[in-house]
């Protein structure tokens, strides 16, 4: 039987919080590539009082629409593909040149430090840039008011800016200096 889509969201928060950000919530280890067992974390989400069955963890992971995990071929590991802010993960993304422009989504209560300090990664390890408007702008309404700005890549690229691109299609690069960006004006 399926699960409900509030339990499916709630699940794939749970999950982001421990494969991204705080393993040691439920004393999982990642890898240096974010990878965990998934027999240990499903126990101990069992321990934690946050139960969970392989067959609705594969449902987290193919419902979700932003494509935040991956499970490993043969479904015995599962990580979280970008976002990550654990000192135990290290990502080694194969840097490649990005599209001529890439767009961020943000609040307009973040546009002032952005215009003072530019785009930086805070406690994650990258800035998560989007390929297209729509895309920023469903990631800018997390945060309230949405603002969207648009960012220079080929040049950052010519001037020796890495990009990458996680598997779900996510645009991350280590910082963005104000030079490379405009706030985008909608018509």
């Not at 705080?22 to 321990?47: N, Y």
């Amino acid at each position: 039987m399926k699960s409900s889509e509030k339990t499916l969201r709630e699940h794939s928060k749970f999950l982001s919080l421990v494969l991204r950000h705080q393993p040691e919530t439920i004393a999982i280890q990642l890898d240096s590539e974010g990878w965990t067992d998934v027999h240990i974390l499903l126990q101990q989400m069992i321990k934690h009082r946050r139960p969970l069955k392989l067959v609705e963890l594969i449902e987290v992971v193919e419902s979700s629409d932003k494509k935040r995990f991956q499970l490993a071929p043969d479904q015995s590991k599962i990580r979280a593909v970008q976002g990550h802010s654990s000192a135990q993960v290290q990502r080694e993304y194969a840097a490649i040149t990005p599209p001529d422009t890439l767009f961020h989504g943000t609040a307009t209560r973040f546009v002032d430090s952005i215009l003072e300090k530019g785009l930086i990664s805070g406690e994650r390890h990258h800035v998560h840039l989007s390929a297209d408007l729509v895309t920023a702008q469903k990631v800018g309404q997390r945060h309230g008011k949405v603002i969207i700005f648009i960012l220079d890549t080929k040049q950052m690229h010519q001037d020796g800016f890495q990009f990458y691109c996680a598997e779900n299609g996510v645009w991350l690069t280590e910082q963005v200096p104000i030079k490379y960006l405009k706030l985008f004006e909608s018509k």
